[in-house]
């Protein structure tokens, strides 16, 4: 049975090798991915137990860690492995966005949706721009709940002075419902863009999106103008 395993995966491996992953089916990827962290025991029953209980390969790759150990079978380095494909994708994503400028809505929401995908959890995601409005740096803030992210004013506030940042973007991702912000979003956007704009720094947009892909633009809504307004008062 040990030999018959063994020769099954030489023969994944080689197909993998000469073809790519074209002509696989979603178990067979499956397959491929849990041998790195199973290295004896038949992975095709597991591969499709993990179809079966997510509805796709998208379904598994898109579960927690926590999620996918609820399957048989599953322990905690394969659920790492899995759940942190995502991950590695979306580093990749993020680095090959970062080469553009982020110098309008159709550019930003552009980088945006290289960053920001389907989420378990509450996301934000803070771009820092230069005068120029290209990438120097970003941040995430996340958290294990799928209701909310809590963000401190503070943290985003002492990352612009330490790269001498002259605008800031946020990504904000709720999971489910509509994209539209609420009373806490609100709140802080205000603050944060009071507290940027005393810095000589400026809180360019935030937009928030669902895991639906509809979004919702501070920019587009006239919500800035109406901060940038409300910021010329407060000096006056």
Avoid at 3 to 26: K, P, T, V, W, Y
Avoid at 27 to 40: G, K
Avoid at 99 to 105: N, Q, R, T
Wanted: proline fraction near 2%.
């Amino acid at each position: 049975m040990a030999n018959e395993n063994a020769g099954h995966r030489q023969r994944l491996r080689a197909r993998m090798i000469n073809e790519g992953l074209s002509g696989f089916q979603d178990h067979e990827v499956l397959e491929l991915l849990l041998f790195q962290s199973i290295p004896r025991s038949d992975t095709n029953k597991l591969a499709h137990s993990l179809l079966n209980k997510f509805g796709s390969i998208a379904g598994v790759l898109n579960a927690s860690p926590k999620q996918l150990m609820t399957v048989k079978g599953v322990s905690e380095v394969t659920a790492c492995n899995l759940s942190m494909l995502k991950e590695v994708w979306r580093r990749y994503k993020r680095s090959d966005a970062e080469k553009i400028s982020l110098s309008g809505v159709s550019s930003i929401l552009r980088y945006a949706q290289t960053l920001i995908e389907q989420d378990y959890v509450e996301r934000l995601v803070a771009v820092y721009v230069d005068y120029s409005t290209h990438f120097l740096f970003s941040e995430d803030f996340t958290s294990e709940s799928i209701r909310h992210v809590n963000v401190e004013v503070k943290k985003i506030v002492e990352t612009v002075m330490r790269i001498n940042a002259a605008g800031v973007i946020l990504f904000h991702v709720h999971v489910g419902g509509k994209p539209f912000p609420g009373d806490a979003d609100k709140r802080f956007t205000e603050k944060l863009y009071f507290s940027l704009a005393t810095l000589n720094s400026v809180l360019l947009e935030h937009i928030i999106f669902n895991s639906d892909g509809d979004y919702y633009s501070f920019v587009q809504a006239g919500d800035m103008a109406e901060l940038s307004r409300k910021y010329v008062k407060t000096m006056k």
